[in-house]
Each structure stands twice: as C-alpha cells, then as structure tokens.
C-alpha cells in the first residue's frame, strides 16, 4: 500500500502580518484531509512536508498557520502553491483523481459504457462525464453506483441503475 500526494487546495493569499495564508480548497472533502499529513509545493515533486499548527476563522475565512511561517512574507512566498494531503490507493478521494481522466468505465457485467471526460463537483455530490458515442452521460459519484477505480490501469467499474445509461 504505496502513499501519494493529492492536491486538497490552493494557497491564495497572505492573512495578516503573523504568517496566516488563506486557502481555495479544491475539493468537497477538503475538511477530512486537513488533519492528514500535508505537504506544500508547486507540484508533487517539489512538495515538503509541513505542520498545521494552527486554524483560525470559518469557512471560506479561515486562515491556516504552519509551523516556521512567523511573518507575512514567509506567507506571500507560499501564494500559488498547493497543499497536498498524503493518501493511500485505496482512499476515497481517488474516485476523484484527476488521473481517471481518460479512464474506461465499464459495467460490472464487463460492457463497456464509455470514456470518462470531464468530473463536476455540484451540490449533493460530485459526478462522471462519461462519453458513449456522441451522448454525454452523467453518473453521480457514489458507492452504490461507483463499485471500483483503478488510477493505475485507467479502468472504473460502476452498476448502472435502471434509466442511468438513458
């Protein structure tokens, strides 16, 4: 069971003079990573490894401390970076992984539905743009339907509902 990076949020702003950034989440579930190991970097193979010491604020005004970050400008020098939470292969938050685009979603009878496109994330929960020819499906993002991912072999296995396929 190998561990990865996964892009959680955005680092887009320095929040007051102590050292405080602001944060752009970038998925739904971010509030259940932020207490997983977290890294920060412009990418997976720059990230290091940092410690939240300390959240201030509500929801989209929250402010995040690391440990080392005193002042503001240690701060600014964080802006545009992503934070990254360590997950393993079989977490939930890799339904999600941008790496499935392009992935074969396939039945779990074996037939093949089609190419997953695109991923929304809307209100009640996040779903799979599917390609079948020339139609666009769309498939809701929840285990009674998305039965497995396989980011490595690029293969998702879902059980289509009655009227799901059109």
């Known amino acids: 069971m190998s561990n990865k990076l996964f892009a959680?949020?955005?680092?887009?702003?320095?929040?007051?003079?102590?050292?405080?950034?602001?944060?752009?989440p970038l998925i739904r579930q971010f509030d259940d990573y932020v207490d997983k190991p977290l890294y920060i970097g412009f990418?997976?193979?720059?990230?290091?490894?940092?410690?939240?010491?300390?959240?201030?604020?509500?929801?989209?005004?929250?402010?995040?401390?690391?440990?080392?970050?005193?002042?503001?400008?240690?701060?600014?020098?964080?802006?545009?970076?992503?934070?990254?939470?360590?997950?393993?292969?079989?977490?939930?938050?890799?339904?999600i992984s941008p790496d499935l685009l392009g992935a074969t979603v396939v039945a779990d009878?074996?037939?093949?539905?089609?190419?997953?496109?695109?991923?929304?994330?809307?209100?009640a929960n996040d779903v799979y743009v599917i390609e079948r020819g020339k139609?666009?499906?769309?498939?809701?993002?929840?285990?009674?339907?998305?039965r497995a991912v396989d980011v490595q072999m690029g293969i998702v296995t879902i059980t289509p509902m009655d009227g799901l396929l059109g």
């Open 8 to 24: 959680i949020a955005k680092i887009t702003r320095a929040a007051g003079l102590n050292g405080e950034v602001g944060v752009r």
């Open 43 to 95: 990418d997976t193979n720059l990230a290091r490894d940092v410690k939240l010491e300390k959240v201030t604020g509500v929801d989209k005004k929250r402010r995040f401390l690391f440990e080392g970050s005193k002042n503001r400008d240690e701060a600014e020098s964080m802006i545009g970076q992503l934070l990254f939470a360590s997950v393993t292969d079989e977490d939930p938050i890799n339904m």
């Open 109 to 123: 009878n074996g037939d093949i539905i089609g190419e997953l496109v695109d991923m929304m994330s809307l209100p």
């Open 135 to 146: 139609k666009e499906i769309l498939i809701p993002v929840v285990p009674e339907i998305v």
